[in-house]
C-alpha cells in the first residue's frame, strides 16, 4: 500500500523542515469566542493543523456530547480568519457530508468508532471519490488488526493521504496513565505500513497535563511524525477532558523543549561503534534464546513427571513463588520487574501448552 504521494498534505508537512507535524487545539469546541480565542493563541506558533471535536462520543449520556454541526461554521471562520487548516472527528457518514461541506481540511476517525468496522466502513463509503486526508486513532482496546482493517478500509476507498494517530489503550490495570501506551502496537503498526505517518496524542495517553511533555517526547524519540495536543485557554474550567489540556502558552512551551532526533548516524566512527554494539546484542539474544530453549526443555521433564505421578499441570503457589523471585531478581540486576513480569506472563503460557501437550501424548 502506498501512502501520500508528494502532494500529499502529510508529505508536504513533513519534507524538509516543517515536520514534525504539530496538530494543536481544544478537546470540544465549547464556544464561538472559546475557538476563536484559542485559535488566535495557536496562529502564533508553529502549529500545522487546528483541531476541535465537534461530536463528542461519551461513556453516559447527559454529560457534555458536543456542540454539534454549529461547530462547523466556527472552523470555517479559523480558516478565514488566521489562515489554519482545520481538523474535525467524523463517526459517521452524516458527519463526513457535514465537514466537508463546511471546507474542513482533515478529518479523523476516533477510538471508539475505529474498533467498530461497520462504522469505519459507512465513513469509507462517504470518503469514495473524494480526496481529503485523514487520520485514524488506534481502537480503544489493544487490537493491532482492528487498527490495520481501519487503515484498510479509508484505503480502499481511495484515501491514500492517511496517518495514523496513537491515543494509547484503555486498560483494567492501574497506571499513572489514563491509557496505556502500549508503544510495541503502534511500532508493529508502523512495520506494518513503513510510509504511514503516525502521530501520537499524548493528552489522551497522558490524562494529566504534566505528562504531555515526557510522553511526546517519548513518541518523537521512538520516530513519530508529530503530535497532536489538546489545548484551552482555560483548561480547569473546560467542558470535557479538563485535566489533559494545556494552555497556548504551555503548548508553546513544550514546543520549544521538544527535540527532534536524527534518523541515522551521520559519522563514521558512530556507524562503527553502533555495529559493535548491535553485535553484541545479537550474541546476548542469542543466549537468551539458549536459555529459553534450556528452561523449555526441563518444563517438558517436569511435564512428564507430573504425568507419571498424576498430578496436574498447574501449580498455582509454585507460579506464584516464581512470579514474585523472579520480580525481585529483575529489581537486584536493574531491570524493570513490570517488565520481568509480563515476560514471564508469556513464559508461563508456554509453559503450561507443552505439559499440557506432554500429559495429552498417548492419550486416544
Not at 320 to 349: C, M, N, Q
Request: glycine share 6%; proline share 5%.
Amino acid at each position: 500500500m502506498k501512502f501520500n504521494n508528494k502532494e500529499s498534505f502529510f508529505t508536504q508537512v513533513l519534507a524538509g523542515e516543517q515536520g514534525p507535524l504539530r496538530i494543536a487545539g481544544p478537546c470540544s469546541a465549547e464556544s464561538e469566542e472559546q475557538v476563536m480565542q484559542t485559535a488566535q493563541a495557536l496562529a502564533k506558533q508553529p502549529v500545522h493543523l487546528f483541531r476541535a471535536g465537534i461530536w463528542k462520543p461519551r461513556s453516559r449520556p447527559n454529560s457534555f456530547e458536543g456542540i454539534g454541526y454549529k461547530g462547523l461554521e466556527w472552523l470555517r471562520q479559523v480558516k478565514q480568519e488566521f489562515s489554519l487548516k482545520v481538523t474535525t472527528e467524523v463517526a459517521n457518514a452524516k458527519h463526513v457530508e457535514e465537514a466537508l461541506k463546511y471546507g474542513i481540511d482533515v478529518l479523523w476517525i476516533g477510538a471508539r468508532t475505529t474498533v467498530n468496522p461497520f462504522a469505519v466502513q459507512e465513513i469509507a463509503d462517504a470518503l469514495q471519490g473524494v480526496q481529503v486526508p485523514v487520520m485514524v486513532k488506534n481502537p480503544v482496546n489493544p487490537d493491532l488488526a482492528l487498527w490495520i482493517g481501519a487503515i484498510e478500509r479509508i484505503y480502499n476507498a481511495g484515501v491514500t493521504d492517511l496517518a495514523a494517530i496513537h491515543r494509547g489503550f484503555s486498560s483494567y490495570q492501574k497506571s499513572k496513565y489514563r491509557n496505556a501506551p502500549v508503544w510495541q502496537i503502534p511500532i508493529e503498526l508502523k512495520a506494518h505500513f513503513q510510509n504511514l505517518p503516525i502521530i501520537v496524542d499524548p493528552s489522551h495517553i497522558a490524562g494529566n497535563r504534566d505528562l504531555i511533555f515526557p510522553v511526546s517526547q517519548k513518541a518523537l524519540d521512538l520516530g513519530y511524525d508529530g503530535v497532536m495536543i489538546e489545548t484551552h485557554p482555560d483548561p480547569t474550567n473546560a467542558l470535557s477532558d479538563a485535566d489533559q489540556q494545556v494552555t497556548p502558552a504551555k503548548l508553546a512551551e513544550i514546543f520549544e523543549k521538544l527535540q527532534v532526533r536524527k534518523t541515522n548516524y551521520d559519522d563514521a566512527e558512530l556507524v562503527n561503534r553502533a555495529e559493535e554494539l548491535r553485535l553484541q546484542i545479537d550474541a546476548a539474544d542469542h543466549d537468551i534464546i539458549a536459555a529459553l530453549a534450556k528452561r523449555m526443555a526441563l518444563v517438558e521433564q517436569i511435564g512428564e513427571y507430573k504425568k507419571q505421578n498424576n498430578v496436574q499441570v498447574l501449580q498455582l503457589e509454585r507460579w506464584k513463588e516464581i512470579f514474585r523471585t523472579r520480580a525481585d531478581w529483575a529489581s537486584e540486576a536493574g531491570i524493570d520487574p513490570a517488565f520481568v513480569e509480563e515476560l514471564y506472563k508469556l513464559i508461563h503460557v508456554e509453559s503450561i501448552r507443552k505439559q499440557t501437550a506432554v500429559m495429552k501424548d498417548g492419550i486416544k
